[in-house]
């Protein structure tokens, strides 16, 4: 393990000389950007290995500990007294699952007595037990603390005091706290000006730790870093009443400059409330969730789509209507961007009017989009629900007035599609997608045939108004 690392490095150095160059002759800059590389770019980084080739590796590496994620990892406090005994003052890290069974609880907690020293605790699986030893031992600051991952048992939702790491952790990076409720949040928060990371699962939705969406925007907006942001409520209050914010929001938006990525899966009424006060101008690659119907009574979501300006122009829709629930996908045609809505509800019609009423509030967002793409899974489908969901359908199609060309990625679909689309005659099915140039199917083309029939009325309309469609199959599978 040792030798094939040395000799990946070694060869990994030899390409960024010329001539008869040796690695000696790379500045220790060169090197420390070298040892960044590798450890990017390998499975498991075998730090311990490196600093063993020679004394000025050794030297490099020592000298950038944080960068180089050099943590020596310890599940125990006697682990903790070995890598205080053997490495030099380099960060530690703790990772420990507390439910196993050969976990020594009190160990692995008391090992937080070094508070001084840890630069990266993970925790999973607290119970009421180990929350009171562990709340006891950090009330202090952690100074060089820099990734926190605290997990309660998943049947638990866990209380932190506000005193926590005495209410600040400047160094921190990455929060991820699972079933815990920290009513001191948005003031650890606004202790941690270089947090990219903050991910909080089974956030409550009620009661201590809770953080309204206004609240929340207003603690965030110091977090100028800030790449990832997961925001999951407890799946234990999901069909809880929520209060929403009911104060309209401020015309100036919490700006999260370097967000890229967020996820937000709760009740509309918070999440809707939440990005109408927050602006995501890099945002590529956006989730909101819904846990219960979304009313779309103003067009938040949409307006918060349209301000990060990947999404200022979209060249493709995905609906994809499952049984259980809906996804809605818009694909940015200035670059890989992708922004997706889901709704946690089932019944085709119901499924199409939703999202019939997402498209109705900001007509920009199809206003550009020339690829629609279509799918679902409801393959025993009754007559009358396809009934009840042609008057949305033959809605929500007549919004998409540019789309040439329609991608259809299920049999099941392109059966429902030509039930809707069968009793358009004449200059009525002109109405329906005018720009429409081609169908494509995206499955075995043995059904292209049965397509044909099935689309056989509408596409000799189409001929007949001077707008033919062709159909192709896209490709096999």
Not at 126 to 134: A, C, G, S, T, V
Not at 211 to 223: G, Q, R
Not at 436 to 460: G, K
């Amino acid at each position: 393990m040792k030798l094939s690392f040395v000799q990946r490095l070694l060869s990994t150095a030899d390409d960024c000389c010329s001539g008869h160059s040796t690695i000696d002759t790379l500045s220790d800059d060169v090197l420390l950007c070298i040892f960044f590389f590798c450890r990017l770019n390998l499975s498991m980084w075998p730090w311990r290995h490196l600093v063993h080739v020679c004394r000025r590796w050794r030297r490099i590496a020592f000298g950038c500990p944080h960068y180089l994620k050099l943590y020596p990892s310890c599940h125990s406090k006697k682990k903790v007294q070995t890598a205080l005994d053997i490495w030099p003052a380099l960060p530690l890290g703790i990772l420990a699952t507390l439910n196993k069974i050969d976990a020594h609880v009190d160990n692995i907690v008391s090992a937080l007595e070094h508070r001084g020293r840890f630069a990266k605790v993970h925790l999973l699986n607290f119970n009421h037990y180990e929350i009171e030893r562990f709340i006891a031992l950090t009330q202090e600051p952690f100074p060089d603390l820099r990734s926190l991952h605290l997990t309660a048992d998943e049947k638990m939702m866990l209380v932190i005091p506000d005193t926590f790491l005495g209410g600040s952790a400047p160094l921190l990076q990455r929060i991820h706290l699972n079933g815990i409720r920290l009513p001191g949040l948005p003031k650890l928060l606004a202790s941690t000006s270089d947090l990219v990371d903050l991910r909080i699962e089974r956030f409550p939705i009620t009661g201590e730790g809770h953080i309204s969406p206004d609240a929340m925007a207003t603690c965030l907006s110091v977090l100028t870093k800030l790449r990832s942001l997961t925001i999951n409520f407890s799946f234990l209050q999901w069909r809880s009443p929520h209060p929403t914010d009911q104060r309209p929001p401020s015309s100036a938006h919490t700006v999260l400059p370097a967000l890229t990525y967020l996820f937000l899966y709760g009740p509309h009424g918070y999440l809707e409330d939440f990005v109408a006060r927050v602006d995501a101008p890099l945002l590529d690659d956006g989730h909101l969730a819904f846990t219960d119907e979304p009313t779309f009574a103003t067009p938040r979501v949409p307006q918060f789509i349209r301000r990060a300006k990947i999404f200022h122009k979209l060249d493709g829709v995905a609906l994809c209507f499952h049984e259980d629930r809906l996804d809605v996908s818009f694909h940015s045609s200035i670059g890989p961007a992708e922004f997706h809505l889901s709704s946690e509800h089932s019944g085709l019609p119901i499924q199409v009017v939703i999202t019939e009423q997402i498209f109705a509030q900001w007509p920009p967002l199809v206003s550009h989009v020339e690829l629609l793409t279509l799918d679902d899974d409801y393959y025993s489908l009754e007559e009358e629900a396809l009934r009840e969901a042609t008057t949305p359908w033959l809605v929500l199609l007549r919004r998409f007035t540019v789309v040439r060309t329609l991608r259809i990625l299920e049999r099941a679909t392109m059966f429902h599609l030509a039930h809707i689309l069968w009793d358009l005659e004449g200059e009525r099915a002109t109405e329906v997608l005018p720009a429409l140039r081609t169908i494509e199917l995206i499955y075995s083309p043995r059904y292209q045939s049965e397509a044909l029939h099935l689309l056989r009325p509408f596409l000799a309309a189409r001929e007949e108004w001077g707008q033919p469609v062709v159909i192709n199959v896209g490709y096999t599978f």
